[in-house]
Each structure stands twice: as C-alpha cells, then as structure tokens.
Nanobody, 125 residues
Framework: QVQLVESGGGLVQAGGSLRLSCAASGRTFSSTAMGWFRQAPGKDREFVAGISKSGSRTAYADSVKGRFTISRDNAKNTAYLQMNSLTPEDTAVYYC??????????????????WGQGTQVTVSS
C-alpha cells in the first residue's frame, strides 16, 4: 500500500508561482511512475503532468507546457510540481497519483493505483 500526501497549495495572484509536493510512504517509490492531475469545479479530473520512475521521461498537458515542471527526488520519496505564470484557469484541486511497478506514467486516471487527498490551488485575477 502507498499513501500520498500533497502539500503546497494555496491562494496566489495571477502570474505567481507555487510548488506542490507529494510525499509518498513505503519503499516502492523509486519503482513507481507518478502523475499530477487537477479537477476544477464541475469538470472532470484532467492530466497535468507525468514522470517516469527514474525521472528521465516527463509529459505535460498542452495547457501547462512551458509553465509547469514535474520532478521527483527518489531519495526523499517525493514528487514535485513547480507551477509558474499561473492564471485563474489553473484554479483547481491538484492530486498526485502513483502507478505501482511501472516505469512510465499514464495519461488517464484509470492508469494509477493510488491517489492523494488533493490540495487546493486558487489563482486570483
């Protein structure tokens, strides 16, 4: 079993930055691909970014490409999402997800085995 705990959300003005963290329990983190998703009110949960277990491969949704950066520190069992140039359209609950025993990330929610509780990101105009 893996437990994921997100942190780092909050209220920020448009153009600002936030860094989300996802701390994972257990000893399998280094063999687990990770993803970040977000869900705005009334909308489906959508893929934001993914990272392979080694960190060598990453992917981003077109809406965040060039502004967000996903990374991981396997020694700390933690994944990160650096978010720059935030806009009100980025307002959502952000979730991290773990894909056990897989080298590579998935683009869909069904591709992940464990989820965090989410952290709210609100961007004011």
């Amino acid at each position: 079993q893996v437990q994921l705990v997100e942190s780092g959300g909050g209220l920020v003005q448009a153009g600002g930055s936030l860094r989300l963290s996802c701390a994972a329990s257990g000893r399998t983190f280094s063999s687990t691909a990770m993803g970040w998703f977000r869900q705005a009110p009334g909308k489906d949960r959508e893929f934001v970014a993914g990272i392979s277990k080694s960190g060598s491969r990453t992917a981003y949704a077109d809406s965040v490409k060039g502004r967000f950066t996903i990374s991981r520190d396997n020694a700390k069992n933690t994944a990160y999402l650096q978010m720059n140039s935030l806009t009100p359209e980025d307002t959502a609950v952000y979730y991290c997800a773990a894909k056990l025993g897989s080298a590579n990330y998935a683009y869909i929610t069904g591709g992940y085995d464990y989820w965090g509780q989410g952290t709210q990101v609100t961007v004011s105009s």
